[in-house]
């Protein structure tokens, strides 16, 4: 079975500051790789997701995320963040010949104005 | 709009009563999931469909029912087995895997309080 697991339960950053945040699965086949936000008090929606070939996804609101395959790796990443980017990030990660996703347990990001 | 209905959006149920969680899409996706979301646990898989008269269970069912007799709904029953049912509980839907569209779609969700 698939597992997915986020380093960081919670970040606080202050406004201009990078973000990284880390994602690691465990699968042995092909995957779909997802990071999903949810908004206070709004839908969990897609930030970005990686299926094939460019390694290096954008996103959303400037995100982007980095497969590493030979690290199991989807971490997050944005330049520069702002006080709008407060919010729950969650990683899932879907085989392709099976229909159950997996998701961390969450990243909750405060940013500081 | 294209989406995904949850409702009730607030539900209360006395202990000892099974409650039902409606979720209906409109977005024609064949797969349908529900999740349990409590704090600092993400959301953890109860059921999935991914096709019509199919489910399956996910990483904890116990205590929980389904049914998918329309592509469109995917029902939740909370049933008096389930030790701790106050969450909040999201549906999902997407293309089946193997598909290039397979990210998820999410409702509003639905939070159960058991007093």
């Known amino acids: 079975a698939q597992s997915v697991s986020q380093h960081n339960h919670h970040v606080i950053l202050s406004e201009a500051a990078s973000l990284e945040l880390g994602c690691n699965y465990s699968?042995?086949?092909?995957?779909?790789l997802f990071w999903y936000v949810q908004y206070p008090g709004q839908h969990l929606q897609l930030l970005l997701k990686y299926f094939s070939g460019d390694p290096l996804v954008k996103g959303i609101k400037g995100f982007e995320a980095e497969f590493i395959k030979s690290k199991f790796s989807f971490n997050l990443r944005k330049p520069s963040v702002q006080w709008s980017d407060t919010a729950e990030y969650f990683c899932a990660v879907i085989p392709t010949n099976a229909g159950k996703s997996t998701f961390g347990d969450g990243t909750t990001l405060t940013v500081k104005p | 709009d294209g989406g995904i209905t949850q409702s009730p959006k607030y539900l209360f149920r006395k202990e000892g009563q099974n409650v039902t969680l409606s979720c209906e899409q409109n977005?024609?996706?064949?797969?349908m999931y529900w999740y349990r979301q409590d704090p600092g646990q993400g959301l953890r898989l109860i059921y999935y469909s991914q096709i019509v008269n199919d489910f399956q269970k996910g990483d904890i069912a116990e205590g929980y029912s389904v049914s998918r007799e329309k592509k469109e709904s995917f029902p939740l029953t909370v049933t008096s087995a389930q030790k701790n049912p106050t969450a909040f509980y999201l549906c999902?839907?997407?293309?089946?895997?193997?598909?290039?569209?397979?990210?998820?779609?999410f409702g509003q969700g639905t939070r159960l309080t058991v007093v």
């Open positions: 699968y042995g086949g092909t995957v779909n």
């Open positions: 999902a839907s997407s293309m089946p895997p193997g598909r290039m569209n397979t990210e998820a779609f």
């Open positions: 977005l024609n996706h064949d797969a």
